[in-house]
């Protein structure tokens, strides 16, 4: 059964770091595009970050960019998102979800283009 599990989130001061994870089992991470999204309460759910297969496309929203890395190791059938320099408008439920490349498929931001999703992992930048 595919899974995706994300973990790392927590409560940061302004300007800290985290580093999330997404853990897959039940399938071959590295035929799968992955995207890093959040959802802010009453606010729809948006796209940060996503990577393709082997790392080759990487897409950042313009509002983390300079601040959030993405990275994958698909040995480890692991994705990242390491993120500094945080505001309080980064806070939210962040996660990842996977979508099998066809066709070299260029990875997306859009949530609709996702089959499967992680359960999120909360983060609070706060003072």
């Known amino acids: 059964q595919l899974q995706l599990v994300e973990s790392g989130g927590g409560l940061v001061q302004p300007g800290g770091s985290l580093r999330l994870s997404c853990a897959a089992s039940?399938?071959?991470?590295?035929?799968?595009?992955i995207g890093w999204f959040r959802q802010a309460p009453g606010k729809e759910r948006e796209g940060v970050s996503c990577?393709?297969?082997?790392?080759?496309?990487?897409t950042y929203a313009d509002s983390v960019k300079g601040r959030f890395t993405i990275s994958r190791d698909n040995a480890k059938s692991t994705v990242y998102l390491q993120m500094n320099s945080l505001k309080p408008e980064d806070t939210g439920i962040y996660y990842c979800?996977?979508?099998?490349?066809?066709?070299?498929?260029?990875?997306?931001?859009?949530?609709?283009?996702?089959?499967?999703w992680g359960q999120g992992t909360q983060v609070t930048v706060s003072s």
């Open positions: 039940g399938f071959t991470l590295s035929y799968y595009n």
């Open positions: 990577i393709s297969t082997y790392g080759g496309t990487i």
């Open positions: 979800a996977a979508k099998k490349q066809i066709m070299g498929e260029r990875p997306s931001l859009q949530v609709f283009t996702y089959d499967y």
